[in-house]
């Protein structure tokens, strides 16, 4: 029932009924072999996530329903990052997720702003082709696992780029399959079911290959490859439940 309801209901829908599950699913994972770096909760495992392509056993928190993807960018910005400091940064975060979106709005450092297409926890939609909002505003811009959904990616990264002020940095994450040197793309593909087996799931456009750094230099981006298995222990990896394959791309204007 759990993966049926993932793969089949409309993403506003989904984030309102994760409301819920995120009261009951703790319960049923009570125990200490995994460990949440963001809740700062131990279970007895996280729950499965992904589509038939690129399904994943044991990586969803059960209570703030981080991925591996959240817990690396959490351990970045808390211990590699000036977020949480008493600096002064006004954020721009598109797509918010749940598991970051209260937490910030609650640092007295940030000036926070949360904007998404459709998204009802979003305190503005717009379409990130064309942002409504002035260039050189922001400090720091989240932006994970969008770039894959756009008609433009390029278009879209470079008014991330525009609204950023100069010295400031972002995070974009996407899924990206290492095993290919170029980005795939196909706009014949267009049956969902197809775009899930080419792209990893049914609303992607787009699977990102080792050139996506160059997708964000082509916007204006300079870029820095941080890897978090140069400072953290093997247990902990496992322990968190992250991928030490998996790369941040610090992108800096």
């Not at 703030?64 to 960018?73: I, V």
Request: hydrophobic content about 40%; proline content about 6%; aromatic content about 14%.
């Amino acid at each position: 029932m759990y993966s049926f309801l993932l793969n089949r209901l409309p993403r506003p829908l989904l984030i309102r009924l994760s409301y819920v599950f995120r009261w009951v699913a703790p319960i049923l994972f009570r125990g200490n072999r995994v460990e949440c770096p963001v809740c700062e909760q131990s279970f007895s495992r996280f729950l499965s996530y992904g589509s038939k392509v690129a399904h994943r056993e044991n990586v969803l928190c059960p209570k703030d329903l981080t991925l591996e993807r959240h817990r690396l960018m959490w351990l970045y910005l808390k211990d590699h990052s000036s977020f949480f400091t008493n600096k002064k940064l006004s954020v721009l975060h598109i797509a918010p997720e749940q598991c970051f979106i209260h937490r910030f709005m609650k640092q007295p450092n940030l000036s926070y702003l949360t904007a998404d297409l459709e998204s009802p926890i979003a305190d503005l939609h717009f379409d990130l082709h064309e942002i409504p909002l002035e260039s050189d505003r922001f400090d720091v811009v989240f932006c994970n696992h969008v770039m894959e959904h756009v008609a433009n990616p390029i278009q879209c990264m470079k008014e991330l780029f525009r609204v950023m002020r100069p010295g400031g940095w972002a995070i974009l994450q996407v899924p990206q399959d290492m095993t290919r040197d170029s980005t795939y793309e196909d706009a014949s593909i267009v049956l969902p079911e197809e775009r899930e087996k080419h792209f990893w799931q049914k609303d992607h456009v787009r699977l990102f290959g080792r050139d996506y750094p160059d997708y964000l230099r082509k916007a204006g981006f300079t870029v820095e490859e941080f890897w978090l298995k140069d400072h953290l222990d093997q247990e902990i990896f496992n322990r968190y439940r992250i991928s030490e394959e998996e790369v941040l791309y610090i992108a800096k204007k």
